[in-house]
């Protein structure tokens, strides 16, 4: 767990009369401040001091930029919290607030989540194939609840790119995906973007 920064989101700041003013995300906001922010922000959701207008609102100001929304989804994905089983409207309508970044983002994690799922089966390090499965699982639910076309553009880039050259063979080769990891990937894909029968 990342320690918590000092700022005005630590947990004491959550009352009614600071509500606004503790929830202001920096905009500069490092990668290791956006984990410990969406820690103690997740930490009030759970113990309900949070309205969901304000719950919206500082998600949306974490993933406005790349440093906030990958510390934002690192944390989110991987909580021990039930919160990211089943997101809110809030964190949904939040999300969808910065469609380039978090597309971009949620597609990778699925592609990670779903090859080291894989890896870490082969290493029998069962606890850590089931957090892999937990991440994908829940990213799969939020590309289908984001419902973002860009989303959709962005999965069939990357499912081009696994058996060819494309926009994310570099992202696919970085990271030593294998011929079972890849086709993996492209089945998770498939899979998320499918649309929910009517």
């Known amino acids: 767990m ?3 920064p000092n700022s005005s989101l630590a947990p004491s700041a959550f009352n009614p009369t600071t509500m606004t003013q503790s929830l202001r995300i920096p905009d500069n906001v490092s990668f290791e401040a956006a984990i410990a922010l969406t820690q103690t922000l997740m930490a009030a959701m759970e113990d309900k001091q949070l309205s969901e207008e304000h719950i919206q609102a500082a998600i949306a ?3 406005a930029t790349q440093n906030g929304a990958r510390g934002f989804f690192v944390t989110y994905l991987t909580a021990d919290s039930l919160l990211a089983d089943q997101a809110s409207q809030s964190v949904i309508q939040a999300l969808q607030t910065s469609p380039d970044i978090v597309s971009e983002l949620l597609v990778k ?4 989540s779903s090859a080291m799922a894989i ?3 082969r290493s029998h390090h069962d606890d850590l194939a089931q957090g892999s499965e937990r991440v994908r699982s829940r990213t799969h639910h939020l590309i289908q609840q984001l419902d973002l ?3 959709t553009e962005k999965a069939q ?3 081009s790119s696994i058996n060819g050259d494309g926009m994310y063979s570099n992202f696919l080769d970085r990271w030593g995906y294998d011929d ?3 086709q993996v990937i492209d089945q998770a894909i498939t899979e998320a973007i499918a649309q929910p029968e009517s």
């Not at 994690?109 to 990670?112: C, K, S, W």
């Open 2 to 4: 990342a320690k918590l």
């Open 61 to 63: 100001q974490l993933v």
């Open 109 to 112: 994690n699925l592609a990670m």
């Open 119 to 121: 890896a870490h089966r």
């Open 149 to 151: 076309p860009l989303i």
């Open 157 to 159: 880039q990357l499912q």
């Open 180 to 182: 079972e990891q890849r």
